[in-house]
């Protein structure tokens, strides 16, 4: 009945006026997207240890930074979390370690981590494929490489092809937030009307250990799943930018073997968000929008009666988005 509901005619939203959104998404530029002063890029050699790039991403607590070819004298790539999880998980499987083992000691002790370098895990998870767009290029082509291609950030370079900064999913939401007075009648679609994040949803339970959960993101290809109770209802979410409290915790690698009830206490307190972080089928687009960019989160899992029936992520939105203009 749901599917039923969806006709063209019902469909209200994609015949609203949009004139104003279209003209911004056209005359703004990849590069305008971001001020002179915060176009300072961090980046790793595709020589440096894996170590290195770890430490990069935790020390600027970034996800993701780009590759440097310094024999080709250009970016080639990423090398981001999701990469990090897919080597741990490669190299060490859940039986590869013990209470004892520490992140560094692995490192420096195994030659398939300590030896390891940049070049090998670029792209590992195979989420981060490099596909440039000239400064000059619209924000709406920039959308379209990230619907099309699927990916979670883009690069931007100038016409010598040298990298000026790179755009994220994140930074068309916040974008999209800034406007969303421009995309009525969408902005007060429903989640159920929009059918926004309606998948299967990738679940674990809170007593697996957190290794496992690390796995899973692997071998599915995601960068979260939601965490449940024994009663199949949803308490938290567990993502590879988690990995993260593992370098700041001190504990290290040994925190891959707890429950994930226990390392999510290890995580930092986001005093925005109280309780696991859902929307429901009758929250609107502009409500999942905005609360996607204040409380600063990637994910949006859709819950009936507490149970996860759908996630949200950047591309959803900007998927919606751009559709009204394809």
């Not at 494929?129 to 990230?146: G, K």
């Not at 796995?215 to 290809?221: A, F, N, R, S, V």
């Not at 930092?268 to 089928?281: M, Q």
């Amino acid at each position: 009945k749901k599917m039923e509901a969806r006709t063209l005619q019902d469909q209200t939203w994609m015949h609203g006026d949009y004139r104003a959104a279209k003209e911004l998404l056209y005359n703004k530029h990849a590069v305008d997207l971001f001020p002179p002063e915060r176009r300072s890029l961090v980046s790793v050699n595709k020589t440096d240890k894996i170590t290195h790039a770890f430490k990069i991403l935790i020390d600027n607590g970034i996800l993701s930074v780009p590759v440097y070819d310094v024999s080709g004298h250009r970016f080639v790539g990423f090398v981001d979390m999701l990469d990090i999880v897919a080597h741990v998980v490669t190299i060490l499987g859940v039986g590869g370690i013990t209470v004892d083992s520490d992140f560094d000691t692995i490192m420096k002790s195994t030659a398939s981590f300590g030896e390891a370098t940049v070049a090998l895990i670029s792209d590992l998870s195979r989420r981060n494929p490099y596909f440039p767009v000239e400064a000059s290029s619209a924000l709406l082509h920039v959308m379209n490489q990230i619907v099309r291609v699927k990916v979670h950030r883009v690069p931007v370079v100038d016409k010598e092809g040298d990298l000026q900064t790179v755009i994220t999913q994140s930074h068309l939401v916040r974008l999209i937030s800034q406007n969303i007075h421009l995309l009525s009648p969408l902005s007060s679609a429903t989640v159920q009307e929009l059918r926004l994040g309606y998948t299967t949803v990738e679940t674990i339970q809170a007593h697996r250990p957190v290794l496992e959960a690390f796995t899973l993101m692997h071998e599915k290809g995601f960068s979260a799943i939601a965490v449940t109770d024994e009663h199949g209802k949803l308490s938290g979410n567990i993502s590879n930018s988690d990995l993260k409290v593992i370098g700041h915790s001190g504990r290290l690698i040994n925190s891959l073997l707890l429950p994930i009830s226990e390392f999510m206490i290890l995580l930092p307190e986001n005093n925005l968000i109280t309780g696991p972080i859902a929307v429901t089928p009758k929250t609107t687009f502009e409500e999942v929008v905005m609360k996607l960019e204040m409380c600063r989160v990637h994910r949006l899992y859709v819950v009936d009666q507490d149970k996860p029936i759908g996630v949200i992520t950047g591309l959803e939105i900007i998927t919606a988005v751009y559709q009204l203009f394809a």
